[in-house]
């Protein structure tokens, strides 16, 4: 079967770095990729990993390690506009699969 | 470009009603999906399409039909809806990779 956990919700002070987990369990894996929402709004790609390792986006940073079926989102000198629920979602088989996601709350 | 649009923003529907949801993308992608998002539920695929003329199902597809008779439209049919089918509709397309680009959603409340 398939599964997803990530954490419900992380608070942390601005200007501070967070990280958000991921792990799954999926058929067909390609590649972890991450979103943002924002209350309201639509969700916007982040990043995407295919292989092991770290991909660094400008403040954002993303990490896979394929053998752990682990991922993370690594967000740095945050920013009250993070605010936002986080989404990893793995890719195979011509779609993702989200989860829950994860609410970040930054607060001052 | 307008990326992907989808209309309408919002609509109220009567239990039994039918209605169509439009999505359009000016992007060229082969790669379309319909999502739904529940309070707490994340986002949930319904049906997808990698190519115009087919269309494919996803974790929830029952109680909706698409068609994508053009590539850069995907059109979601609810026949006779039902209270629990109120929520916020995506639209997403791609170009074939995990990088999907989202509409702004359609608030659907059916009474």
């Known amino acids: 079967g398939q599964s997803l956990e990530q954490p419900s919700e992380v608070t942390a002070v601005e200007g501070a770095i967070v990280q958000i987990n991921c792990t799954y369990q999926t058929s067909g894996f390609y590649g972890l990729s991450w979103y943002q929402q924002h209350d309201g709004g639509a969700p916007t790609f982040l990043s995407y990993?295919?292989?092991?390792g770290l991909e660094e986006t400008g403040r954002f940073s993303s990490f896979l390690s394929r053998s752990d079926s682990y991922g993370y989102l690594l967000l740095q000198e945050l920013q009250m506009k993070d605010s936002a629920s986080y989404f990893c979602?793995?890719?195979?088989?011509?779609?993702?699969?989200f989860g829950k996601g994860t609410m970040l709350l930054v607060s001052p | 470009n307008a990326g992907v649009t989808q209309t309408p923003k919002f609509r109220v529907l009567k239990t039994g009603q039918s209605m169509t949801l439009l999505c359009a993308q000016d992007?060229?992608?082969?790669?379309m999906y319909w999502y739904r998002q529940d309070p707490g539920m994340g986002l949930r695929l319904i049906h997808y399409s990698v190519g115009e003329g087919t269309t494919a199902k996803g974790e929830v597809p029952d109680g909706y039909n698409v068609s994508r008779l053009k590539k850069q439209n995907f059109l979601l049919g609810l026949e006779s809806a039902a209270p629990s089918q109120t929520s916020v509709y995506f639209c997403a397309s791609s170009p074939g990779a995990a990088t999907e680009y989202f509409g702004p959603g359609t608030r659907l409340l059916v009474l």
């Open positions: 992007m060229n992608h082969e790669y």
């Open positions: 979602a793995p890719w195979g088989y011509s779609t993702l699969t």
């Open positions: 990993n295919a292989l092991d």
